[in-house]
């Protein structure tokens, strides 16, 4: 069965924040990471020995079950991006979605969909890391300063 | 295995020559001994002596304190004390010997039944595990360590239940099919020589590192612990003292009001922000943009084929559609042919609930977009810890200015409190290094003690592999694991056992003011309260202490200073009365002040109780000399040891008095 993953060195560098309000789950540390993941088309798999990483859940988390299908489509436009894919090419969009989605999962996500979701958290914790001149230490801090990063992702994002 | 103490001779160290028989007349050790001592007659001197004799540490003195213990103004070169103790019956002494001239310490070992007398520090390995300075000190110690057990700070009840309940022996089996491995290992053949010996002295450094890691890991938290409460200690006397003062002071405390408000205001502020990012729309515009792009460009809705097909073909078999038209074979035909056009894969049911979230989120509204929302209160955050930092850099300079006019207390507990701030967090983030389990693999002397292991699993692995020893490298895993999981099993168990049991007896010995143990986590935690009474943690750690003492198949004598002193009169008859079923041997130290409750409680509860009073013999004391009994004294030119109950009930000495 297909987890939601977080390495563990993206744990270490969060440590300082993230047993504390106003987080109430790993899930939010999962989730910032996903962001930058996905708006900076950054995915980085977790295959192999190279980057350790834990299960966290198998579902979205409460907080999170409002927007999952947000993420999962956020999840599938950042695919198409990353395939070259046009949105308008009907048969290779629904091939993708056929790939990531899957209505049996307790996740709505195939194996593949969860891992390269996995991938977006892992490539966007690195997007952060590599962002901040060191890891964060106060919540606050980091959530001000967490939109101006997600800007500067998407802006650096190529156009298709 | 029981141990009894049978008795201790001294010589020429600070306390008094004396002889005590713990025996006496009967053949056996009675349950309870009073051992009346007044105040300076050598107390402390004669607890430290056991255990120093006991636990053959003494070698490892220094020649300070060896000579620590030179009685003033006696000009013997030794001082001895001898102690003798019955294991399961069979004798065994200890002398210990402090040679004041040369500063050192040496040791005499007797076992009558096995080995005679040897010149060192040498009991049977039996019991040597038993004679640890540690677990001495959980059954000889003064009636403060049972208050010990309660404090934060302090691993003591941890310590006691693996102590006594003898939790190390499950560790010492692993360490045995360890060593049992290892030696099958060095019977391999010369083919593998080279390798070999290169993978065992890597496995052998590895090993040693661990044990460094360990240390250093039991170290740090302790540490951590004992300064965290020695931080707050600080900084409640430093807020104490800014606390009380006029002017400065007084703004001080304005403004730490200030600063609880705006940690406050802070806290949710973010708390509100972290809510809006929960949705991913309110971080960036192009979010929306691409999954609106994304909707328009899908098919048009269709049903799950897996879930939907059923509806169809049951509408079939209905006599009119569910337009409400009559159902003739045309438009069964019909509707067989067209449901087709609105069945699909099963993924489209997940595709049509993205569909449909994407256009509820998106859909204009007359309320707060996402985005608004986050902006918002991303600016209530931006204020919020502007105003907090601006509180705590006015309650700082107003600390500053405190100490700046001219309290050096003050000014001396802030520079303590700077430093063991600095050190709590050295300490913390060494734990977090030992605790890691991400460390690179590329230092011969890492620090993760999961890296660690997993190199010594890995050294271990090839080490098989050259041996030829796998199935055994296997097994051997297989049973440390399972001591390592039952230790943890049994440690739990026993823990909520002996709460239970703890529970029970202090509903009777507190009966009045009740107080429950919640927990055993290092220490021991009353339940719904931070502490009790000093009585209250008294009477706590006794049955704490007692009852672990019992839970363990072994019994042990509790030898204590001034086991009732700071209870009240209740207290100390409910404790007295408790102690005879509690242990198998007792012995107290006890000053008269503290005889009243406590010791007709303990006679009534048992008749196994002899009574001895001491006292040094100085011009002071000469004239207790002439009230002596005719029986039962025994003294010498130091002191006076009387039996019997009627002396220990009216001798009316409690401070030792001098020439």
């Not at chain 1, 290779?92 to 991938?119: C, H, I, W, Y």
């Not at chain 2, 003494?58 to 019955?86: I, N, Q």
């Not at chain 2, 010369?190 to 090993?207: C, E, V, Y």
Request: include cysteine; proline fraction near 4%; charged fraction near 25%.
């Amino acid at each position: 069965m297909a987890y939601f993953r977080l390495r563990t060195d993206a744990q270490s560098w969060f440590s300082e924040i993230a047993d504390s309000p106003p987080f109430r789950t790993k899930f939010d540390i999962y989730y910032l990471c996903l962001i930058a993941g996905l708006a900076s088309g950054r995915a980085i798999e977790l295959t192999g020995t190279a980057h350790p990483a834990s299960d966290l859940v198998e579902k979205f988390v409460e907080d999170y079950r409002p927007a999952s299908r947000l993420i999962i489509g956020l999840l599938v436009t950042a695919e198409l991006r990353k395939s070259g894919i046009d949105v308008t090419e009907k048969a290779q969009v629904r091939a993708l979605f056929k790939r990531l989605v899957d209505s049996e999962s307790p996740n709505s996500l195939t194996d593949q969909g969860m891992r390269r979701l996995n991938a977006y958290a892992s490539g966007g914790y690195e997007y952060l890391a590599e962002q901040r001149d060191m890891k964060p230490y106060t919540a606050e801090e980091f959530i001000q300063g967490y939109t101006a990063l997600i800007e500067g992702a998407v802006e650096k994002l190529a156009p298709i | 295995m029981r141990i009894d103490i049978a008795g201790w001779s001294t010589s020429g160290l600070r306390c008094p020559d004396v002889t005590i028989d713990l025996i006496g007349p009967g053949s056996t050790v009675p349950k309870v001994t009073l051992l009346q001592m007044p105040n300076g007659t050598g107390k402390t001197t004669t607890l430290e002596m056991l255990i120093a004799t006991l636990s053959g540490v003494a070698t490892l003195w220094d020649e300070k304190t060896v000579r620590s213990y030179r009685r003033k103004g006696d000009e013997r070169e030794l001082g001895t004390f001898v102690v003798s103790l019955l294991v399961d019956g069979r004798q065994l002494s200890i002398e210990l010997v402090l040679d004041f001239e040369m500063g050192v310490a040496r040791y005499r070992t007797t076992n009558p039944g096995s080995g005679g007398v040897v010149q060192s520090w040498q009991p049977l390995p039996a019991v040597r595990r038993f004679l640890a300075k540690e677990f001495l000190g959980l059954f000889i110690f003064n009636g403060e360590f049972a208050a010990r057990l309660l404090d934060e700070r302090q691993t003591a009840a941890d310590d006691a239940i693996d102590a006594l309940c003898q939790l190390y022996l499950l560790n010492e089996i692993g360490e045995f099919v360890e060593q049992e491995w290892s030696r099958r290992t060095k019977q391999a053949g010369p083919k593998s020589d080279n390798a070999l010996t290169r993978l065992r002295t890597q496995l052998d450094n590895m090993t040693a590192r661990r044990a460094t890691i360990a240390k250093a890991r039991v170290k740090a938290e302790a540490q951590v612990r004992e300064i965290a409460a020695e931080i707050a200690e600080l900084a409640a006397k430093i807020e104490e003292r800014l606390g009380t003062g006029r002017s400065t002071r007084e703004q001080f405390n304005e403004a730490k009001i200030e600063m609880t408000r705006t940690v406050g205001a802070l806290s949710i502020a973010a708390g509100n922000a972290m809510q809006a990012l929960r949705q991913p729309l309110a971080i960036h515009p192009s979010f929306a943009t691409s999954l609106i792009a994304l909707k328009d460009n899908l098919d048009n809705l269709r049903l799950p084929e897996n879930t939907s097909a059923q509806f169809f073909n049951e509408l079939l078999e209905e006599d009119e559609c569910i337009c409400g038209r009559e159902m003739t074979p045309g438009a069964k035909h019909e509707i067989g042919i067209r449901s087709l056009r609105y069945l699909d894969a099963s993924e489209s049911g997940v595709i049509n609930a993205i569909k449909q979230d994407i256009g509820d989120f998106t859909a204009a509204s007359e309320t707060e977009s996402p985005e608004e929302r986050l902006s918002q209160a991303m600016a209530v955050l931006g204020t919020a810890r502007r105003d907090q930092k601006s509180a705590r850099q006015t309650v700082n300079a107003l600390k500053q200015k405190l100490i700046d006019e001219g309290d050096e207390e003050l000014f001396a507990w802030q520079q303590q409190l700077d430093k063991q701030t600095k050190l709590h967090g050295d300490c913390t983030q060494l734990l977090q290094k030992i605790d890691a389990d991400d460390e690179k693999d590329d230092s011969a002397e890492p620090w993760s003690l999961k890296l660690i292991d997993k190199k010594i699993k890995e050294f271990g692995g090839k080490i098989s592999e050259i041996t030829e020893t796998v199935t055994l490298r296997k097994q051997t895993d297989v049973i440390k694991a399972v001591m390592a999981r039952t230790t943890e099993l049994a440690r739990s168990k026993i823990k909520a056992e002996l709460i239970d049991l703890c529970n029970a007896r202090l509903g009777k010995v507190l009966a009045n003011d009740p107080l429950t143990i919640g927990r055993i986590d290092r220490s021991i935690r009353l339940e719904g309260q931070g502490t009790g009474s000093t009585a209250q943690v008294l009477a706590a750690g006794y049955v704490f202490l007692m009852s672990a003492l019992r839970r363990g198949n072994n019994d042990f004598p509790l030898v204590v200073d001034s086991p009732a002193n700071p209870m009240d009169m209740g207290r100390r008859r409910r404790i007295g009365s408790l102690i005879p079923e509690l242990c198998s041997q007792f012995v107290a130290f006890t000053i008269n002040t503290e005889l009243p409750g406590f010791v007709p409680a303990l006679a009534d509860s048992t008749d196994e109780i002899r009574y001895l009073t001491m006292f040094r013999r100085t011009t002071g004391t000469a004239r207790l000399l002439a009230g002596l009994p005719a029986t039962g004294v025994s003294q010498n030119d130091y002191s006076v040891v009387v039996e019997g109950k009627d002396y220990f009930m009216s001798f009316d000495v409690t401070d030792e008095e001098d020439d």
